[in-house]
């Protein structure tokens, strides 16, 4: 039996796709192997989204091939669409396949034979209409499977460059995703997470919408939860909120793109909201759930990024009622129209500017965090950590980790919170652990039993 070890840098869309591929190799007989691990093949599926893919792509590559100096080397994905040339020449990989290719990978690699030179395979992403498989479990879990809804984005903000990669929105038929479900739940999974490039934009071409298809999958038996990666904030609307913290299955957890907190450099980045609305979203859904985790995207030295301008984001993100920040540093990418853009930020500005981000978004984690201390809380629990201790997350996205005397793996138990350590909240599971309920009540009467609207708040104009 080959081993193959898969490697993914980049979002949970990246994940789900990889955990596709590994499936794939499981149909065919191969075992998957943990990354680090002598192994047969070796599969990176990388990101696009920040400048460091190549010197990413180069090092673990290099790792690999140090442990497994005979390994079939394949790089997929996103970096692989917009720089096949610069991958193919890194020493040692055998095969390049971009995005629309990666899931053709057993065509295009035959018998998994190191050549002289490595193949490239890479379409015109122009001609990206069909939807890759949307079903994508962790390879090796039973825990939380990953669902593709929607690949693509018709945005087009000065930093990015997923359209290159992805090609347009493009959304999986609602029936279809509706079966993918089901057999997510029959297969034993308690948690599906709904990914995509812009999952916001499902099903708008087709006549449907995200929140017509969050109605549909409620209703479906044996799912515990249903987590949305993320959503931007132009397109997370009020009733969507209000069905979210009122539903016995979706996860009052949001994570919304906020890239920054001042109404001009949003404007240089094309972004199609402003801080006030953005303010608004979020105010909404702590009033209702205060519990409620609500994670941020931001981006640090956007040229234009004036100190002042700076500072403006810095205070936004500082008065606002958010559980934690992702913070990324602007890195120049070749055919972004930000790099006609004037005001270029020095790196070192870049730098510290993250720095203090990163020192606040850890701030708010540990606030957010130490309120749950003296409280109870249910926790999908994933695996062991080390000796007896378990670790899992909760609703809200609380990492927690709680001593336990048998394997807990797909469980969900209640813990009492006693503390916090790192990242990571510690507790006890009770004697008594009831199968966890949805104590927050206080929109139910907006939807009837088959979850009928009933009266909603307007939408955000």
Known sequence: MKRVALHTLGCKLNFSETSTLGRQFIDRHFEVVQAGEPVDVFVLNTCSVTGRADRECRQIIRRTLRGSPDAFIIVV?????????????????????????????????????KGSLPQVFVSCIDDATSFDPAFSAEVGGRTRAFLKIQDGCDYRCAFCTIPLARGTSRSHPADLVLEQARTIAAQGYREIVLTGVNVGDYGTKDGSSLFDLMKRLDHIDGLERIRVSSIEPNLLTRPMIDFVLSSDKFCNHFHIPLQSGSNTILKRMRRR???????????????????????????????????????????????????????????????????????VVEPKVRFTRNEMLRLLGARKRRLFQESFIGRRTTVLFEGKLHGDRSSGLTRNYLRVEASTDRPVVNELLDVDIQAVEGDACLGTIPSHHPHERNIRSELSTMYTADQTEVSLPVEFR
């Open 273 to 343: 909201y402003v801080r006030e609305h953005y303010r608004d979203v979020v105010e909404y859904i702590r009033r209702i759930d205060p519990d409620a985790g609500i994670g941020v995207d931001v981006i640090v030295g956007f040229p234009g990024e004036t100190d002042d301008l700076y500072e403006e984001t810095y205070r936004f993100l500082a008065d606002l009622p958010v559980s934690y920040l992702h913070v990324f540093t602007y890195s120049e990418r070749e055919r972004t129209t930000a790099l006609d853009l004037e005001g």
């Open 77 to 113: 994905g996103c970096y692989a669409q917009l720089q096949p040339e610069e991958i193919a020449a890194i020493d040692g990989v055998d095969l390049v396949l971009g995005a629309t290719e990666k899931f053709r990978l057993f065509e295009h690699a035959g018998d998994f034979r």
